[in-house]
Every structure is written in structure tokens, then in C-alpha cells.
């Protein structure tokens, strides 16, 4: 039953997710976005051809003599898709879903991987990088709200690596290839990628050497212009309008006042065949035992999120998706970032473990409670009258239960308040209000009972 | 492309859903409840004879050589399958998820129906009937706050119909085909349930019309106990100790008051074979427009939700179910209700639209906005500040983009204020902020507009 073991979310799992998601969905919200929701489902031919090396891992449904389907390998294609079939033009959406991925065939006879997927994206036309510079804004809000740790957000442009590659002599129909391998830099040596490209994809060994001079580059706005001098990469064209928006995309990365996180890194090159501009990866960059315990799940969470070790968020522009979904081929200009949230999940779960205070899995404000016995009903009653007001309390589903057990649960599971109910506080229309932290206890009318809850419970 | 026209949901409709589960998992909470999710993926063995006649509709997976799966078809089996798995003998836990089912194989070739469920369960070994009566407190609670219109929320016993049975003459292997049929009673008249009983299933006239005359009846305590009176009934120990808890139950819901909404209806029957308890079933009572439109896919949604006609919520207790995934077979008794949230959705969709109030799919409470042109720097930096405190803010994507084209955005999507620059305002310090429905107009200072933004919209 590994399967299910695997996938299961224990209440404690259950409030880290909701806590993370509340952050990045009041984020999302105050960027103004829509929701929207697609099917786990797609036509096979939606989802084939726009995942490169990584469609050997989508899962195809049994053919039942209708349309042949796929589990949905991310938000992104079924969000192109929703704007093509329903003509979108301009909207700024988020998504969150769970997506599927076979977890290497190969190796597990077509076991799945069941996971979240928290997409931010703006669609429409509009004046350059605007949008772009957003999506970093929304990737820096998020990354410091959560307090993952310090953390650096890479740029770069496909056009400039596309640019690079031509004037230091890459055939054309070797980019892709070549950028893949470009890609994994961020886990090998410059000299294992040389070798990559040069023994396996067959490149000239001088056009080796000179991609490695530009990718160890890093910088801001300066190195955008710097390059814009340089004698080849300012003989490419396209080259040349990527550093123009990167130096565009600088300045309002200034006004948004992120540009202290974020690095303009040729060596960025992401594996998604879609990106058409500006991409990005958001890596942390603390050491110690949080990013070192996430890396040490890196490996698989490189399929997984499709971002790779310590990344914890990615997008980037993909203008011509959508087009490719319109009968008439009409594109609609995308750029978006995903949120790396099995990740984050796992670095939180870790801190909460690390952490002496408790993960609280209920929201109870007070335990409806009794020292004596033959006080059910007044005890089901005054719940009521809680439930009604809005309080969140709960009662013992026992006739007699123990005032001690009553106490121990509100200990147990992090509850503030008890109110005690007896035969005297009854004739004297009180309740008995215990602090469970400090152990104090106050009488407090009935009338006054709600107004005190809340007052005490107003932080919580 | 079918399959995916049908399960889109655009912003509209995510607004609508994410107001109906706001006001679910408030109430779930209030009572104390914990979350947990599953994998949408069960093993085919756990979901084997768990559904009765509905297992057809189980969606399997394809075989890839490893173990059999399925979709899960409900929240229920896989919740008693996470409980004997993880040992809990006590939780009181919701789950708000996606479940999966064919959509009548025989006629769509294995086309897939994809939809919510909305699950409230307590497990655990307690003082009778406490916790059902808080289910039915819950239902309660949210179809109020939903306010769907007026409803009744029925209630029976499996034992009180076994012991019926029994004692009206079914033969024992008779008992589950024949409740089966009796579940049809809130859609097919008395004649025709009878010619089915007695035609198709093979009982006796007599036994016919004996069960005919108790499934006519309706009332509270009061009718618990008459026919604990009944010299038939009588006879069956177990339609005692359903009609001796029905009492009992009838008397926690008084102190819950909800007696107003309950009736003891010996006609409900429910078709899942899991449940050995008491059973129930809400349904909306009103005549108009909104429940003549739920009947109109009523026939669909019986098979989606496993609940009648213009039923919105339905449960009971399934004390075996855990018991038989439990290698021992150890039992934990569990009781829960599941609301029939699709259905509540496209009732709430339809008051939408019906409704002149337009339904806001962003939260949005400012545009930033400028008059003149080449202020794009200075509106950014505006937002970014508004952001960074909290507010949340819009701002074209335009360099230079209309003042009409930005306040008819604000109309469009129901931005209730706008912060507008100019020259003036820049220079001056201030900001004219734009009340969109009045289109009054003052000058705040760039230090208090924060705090006025938020006073003016501290009721969105």
C-alpha cells in the first residue's frame, strides 16, 4: 500500500499547506488575479510536444474507445489551452492544483507522483516587461513572507542565450540541445558540462570555450549594457533585444525595489521547450540544515517541479503557446511563475519539527467543560449557544467524562480556553473560565460569555 | 474537446465556489474539525465492494504491470482506509476534494465525471447519538448560512428499516435490494415502488403492503415512541435500539435547536451499503425557480452526489467500514456527512445571475492611475508601495494608457477606488483618490493614503 501511504496528509501536514497557501494567495490577491480551474484531464495531443525531454513522464490514461487522455503534467499548457479555447485575451490568473507525473517508468513499472502546482500568470498584450517585472515582484514577496531564508532570483532571456549561442558558432538545430545541457550547471562542473557538449552533443570544442566565458557571467542593469557593447553578442540581433529588456526589465525591478535579489545569470537556461523571453528561478541560498535537507530530495524534486536543487520558484515568457491551441494560430503573449510548494512544504515541516511550538491542527477557541456528573445537556446547550455566536468550541462526546481528560485534550491540542460548567455555576448563571496556559479561572456571566472568548481570543 | 468545455471553471464561477467553501470550512472549523487529503489514486481492492449497485461507475486505471488503481469514487472509503492504516481511533476531520466517476459507461465510452466533495466525519468510540447530532447540527448550520431557501433535513435507521423489513415478512436476503428500492420513493410514486417490490424483486402483497404503511410515516420523538409501542415493530430487537436512539437523538437536537428542520421519515433509505446507523439526507423544500432548476440535472446528480432529487447534503453512520481494512478487523465506529456541494454551487450560480449584483472576481481595492502620460515610473512605484503595505492594488500595463480606459477597468471589474497622478498631485504630495461609484474626488497626502484606502474599503 506504498502508494497511498506516500500521498496521505496528516492534520499537521494539512495546517503547514493551509498556512502556506493563506501567504501565497493573499499574495496573489493583492496583485489582482482571478482564479480559475481546469480538469485533471486533457487530450493527449493537448499535452504532446510542449514538455521536451520531460514528456516521457506524463500519464496516459487507459484508451476507452472515446478521446485518449492525460493526467495534466502542469497548470501551464491547460492554462494556454483554457485562453485558446475560450478566446482570452488579457488576464492575470492563478491556479493551484495538483499535477500527475509518472515517476521514471522505467524504474517503477508506471508508478505516479501526486503533487501541488501554484501558478501565478498575465496574458495579454502589453507594453514590455511590465508584466515580467511582476511575476519577480510576486516571486520576492512570497519567498520573504514565508521566511524560507535569504534567497536569489536568477534572469535570463532565451533570446540572449539563442543569441549567444549563435555568434560562438552553435549550429542552429543544436540550441535546444545545447541549452539543456547549459542548464545543468547549476548542479555540475563548467568542466562536466564542457564535456557534455563537446563529447555527447558533438560541439566544436572553440564554441565550447566561448559559451563558457559568457555563462560564468552574472550581474545587473551594468552587465545588460556591458554586453550590449560587446563586439559579438552585439552582432546578434535577437541578443540584442533581450539585453535591451533585461536593462528595461532592471528598471522597474528598481521602482518594485527588489533589484537587492535579483541576478542577471547567463548560465540560466531552464529545460521547458515553451519559454520564448525573460526566464527565471528563484534558488535559496542559505546553508545550513533547511536548504541542505532540501537538497538532499533535490533529485527528485528536479522532475517534479521542473526547477532544480534549492529552486523554489520559476517561469518565465512563453508568447507562443497559446497560439499553438487557436485554430487560426491567433497568440496571446504569456508570462507567468510557479511556485516550487512541495518544496516549500517540506523546508516548513522541517522548521515546524525543529521548532519547539506546536502545530496547531484545529482553530478550537474553547473546550466546553464539567467537574461533575449528570451535566451533558447543559454542556451540549451552552455549545450551541457558542456555535451560534460564531465561537469555535467543542465538547466532550461523553455523559461523564473527566474533568482531568477535558483538560488534557485542550493541553493536547493547543485549545486557549475552558469554560467549567457545575451546579453552582449554573445557579448562579456563570460559567467558569480557565486560561489553559496559566491555569487562572474567572467566573463570567452567560450574557458576557461571547464578548469574553473573543476578547481573549482576538490574536489567535 | 468536450471533455475539457464541460470541467473549465472560469473567475465567475471560482468566486461563487470560493464563497460557498469559505462559509463550509468556517463552520467545520467552528466545531473543531482537522483537515486531511488523499491521493486521488486508491488501490482497486479498497474500493471493491464498498459502493453497492453505484461500483460501476468506479473509474479503474490503466494495468502498467504495477499495483491495480482506481479513482477514488467517494471521500469516505478512502478516510476509513487512512484511519485503519495510521491506527486513529479518534478524529474529527472534513476533506474538501475532487472525486471521480464514469459517467454511465454504457452510453459515453468511459467519458469521466469530475467533481467536489465535501466531507465532515467524526471516528471514535463515544456516548451514543452525540456526534450525529452534530453532524446534523452542521448541516443545519451551513444551509442556513447558504441560505438555499427552506429545508428539511430527514432522518431514519438502518435498523429501524432492517427490523421493519424483518418484521413485515422480507425474507433476510431480501433486505438490501428491497431498501434499494424504497430509496426510490422520493422520486417514484407508492404504486410504482410497489409494483417494483413485488414484480421485479418477487415479495409477497402482504409484506408490500405492510412496509407501505410504515413508509408513509413522519413526525419526531413522538413517533420514535409510538412505535416503540407498535406491537410489530416491537417484535425486532434491532428496530428498538434504532427507535430508542432515534429518541435519544431527538433530544440532543432539541438542546442543538434544530428540531424545526428534522423529521423522522421511515422512507429514507440511502443506497450505499456501508451505513449500519443512523442515515439522513437534507433537502431544499422551497418551490421557484432555484429548485425547479436543481431537479432539471437532478437525474445526473443522483449518481454524482448519492443523493436524491434537490438533496444538498446527506450522511450517516458507518461503523463497519474501517473495520474492514484493519488487518484484525478492529472497528472504529464513524459518522459524517457529506454536503452536496456541486449542487449548491450551480444553485448559487443561478442566483447570481438572476441577481442584479454583479459577482467581483478579483479582490482589488485600488487602480493606480495616472491622467497624463509618461508617469508609468511614478505609478509603479505607487503600487509597489501599496503593495509592500498591504493594499491590494492594480496598475495598467501601459505606458501611457487612457484615464477613461483605467476607470473603465475599475467599472468593469468593480474596483471601488482609484489613486490618480499628476504633475499636480507629484508635486504636491498627494494623491486624488477617485471613489469609482460616486466619482467624488479629494486630495489624500502620499503618508495617509494607505490608512484612508483601508478605512474606505475595510467593509470589502
Not at 68 to 81: I, K, Q
Not at 185 to 190: I, Q, R, V
Not at 349 to 374: D, G, I, L, P
Amino acid at each position: 500500500m506504498t502508494v497511498n501511504i506516500e500521498l496521505d496528509y496528516n492534520p499537521k501536514q494539512m495546517a503547514i499547506r493551509e498556512k502556506v497557501f493563506n501567504t501565497i494567495i493573499s499574495c496573489f490577491k493583492r496583485h489582482g488575479a482571478e482564479n480559475i480551474d481546469t480538469p485533471v484531464f486533457e487530450l493527449k495531443e493537448t499535452l504532446t510536444g510542449k514538455y521536451g525531454e520531460d514528456s516521457k513522464l506524463i500519464y496516459d490514461l487507459k484508451d476507452q474507445g472515446g478521446e485518449l487522455l492525460s493526467l495534466r503534467y502542469d497548470l501551464t499548457v491547460p492554462f494556454a489551452r483554457y485562453l485558446a479555447m475560450n478566446k482570452v485575451t488579457n488576464i492575470k490568473r492563478y491556479h493551484i492544483a495538483k499535477v500527475y507525473r509518472r515517476d521514471n517508468p522505467a524504474m517503477t513499472r508506471g508508478r505516479y507522483r501526486e503533487f501541488y502546482q501554484c501558478d501565478f500568470d498575465i496574458a495579454g498584450q502589453y507594453d514590455p516587461m511590465i508584466p515580467d517585472a511582476e511575476c519577480l515582484k510576486i516571486v520576492h514577496e512570497i519567498l520573504s513572507e514565508l521566511e524560507l531564508g535569504d534567497f536569489r532570483i536568477k534572469v535570463n532571456d532565451r533570446r540572449i542565450l539563442d543569441g549567444m549561442f549563435a555568434v560562438c558558432g552553435v549550429p542552429d538545430d543544436k540550441f535546444r540541445t545545447i541549452c539543456s545541457t547549459v542548464d545543468k550547471l547549476d548542479k555540475m562542473s563548467w568542466e562536466d558540462v564542457r564535456s557534455e557538449m563537446v563529447k555527447e552533443k558533438g560541439l566544436s570544442e572553440e564554441a565550447a570555450d566561448q559559451i563558457g566565458q559568457y555563462v560564468s557571467l552574472q550581474g545587473g542593469m551594468d552587465l545588460a549594457e556591458r554586453l550590449l557593447q560587446d563586439a559579438k553578442m552585439s552582432q546578434s540581433k535577437q541578443a540584442c533585444a533581450g539585453l535591451t529588456d533585461m536593462k528595461q526589465l532592471f528598471s522597474y525591478l528598481q521602482l518594485f525595489q527588489v533589484t537587492d535579489k535579483v541576478v542577471f545569470d547567463l548560465s540560466l537556461a531552464r529545460g521547458l521547450d515553451y519559454y520564448t523571453g525573460v526566464i527565471y528561478e528563484a534558488i535559496l541560498t542559505q546553508t545550513g540544515p533547511v536548504p541542505v535537507a532540501a537538497a538532499q530530495n533535490g533529485a527528485g524534486e528536479k522532475a517534479e517541479e521542473g526547477v532544480s536543487v534549492g529552486s523554489v520558484a520559476g517561469g518565465g515568457r512563453y508568447d507562443g503557446l497559446v497560439g499553438m491551441f487557436d485554430p487560426k494560430g491567433r497568440k496571446v503573449p504569456c508570462v507567468g511563475v510557479s511556485i516550487g510548494i512541495e518544496r516549500v512544504f517540506s523546508i516548513m515541516e522541517q522548521k515546524a519539527e525543529a521548532s519547539a511550538e506546536k502545530v496547531r491542527t484545529t482553530e478550537t477557541q474553547v473546550m466546553v467543560a464539567s467537574a461533575q456528573k449528570n451535566l451533558l445537556e447543559e454542556r451540549l446547550r451552552l455549545t450551541a449557544e457558542l456555535w451560534n455566536a460564531g465561537i469555535k468550541a467543542e465538547v466532550m462526546y461523553k455523559k461523564n467524562p473527566k474533568l482531568l481528560s477535558q483538560l488534557q485534550h485542550c493541553e493536547d491540542s493547543g485549545i486557549p480556553l475552558v469554560a467549567i460548567l457545575g451546579e453552582q455555576e449554573l445557579k448562579d448563571g456563570v460559567v467558569k473560565l480557565r486560561t489553559v496556559h496559566s491555569r487562572e479561572e474567572i467566573d463570567v456571566s452567560r450574557a458576557k460569555l461571547v464578548e469574553e472568548i473573543k476578547r481573549r481570543t482576538s490574536d489567535v
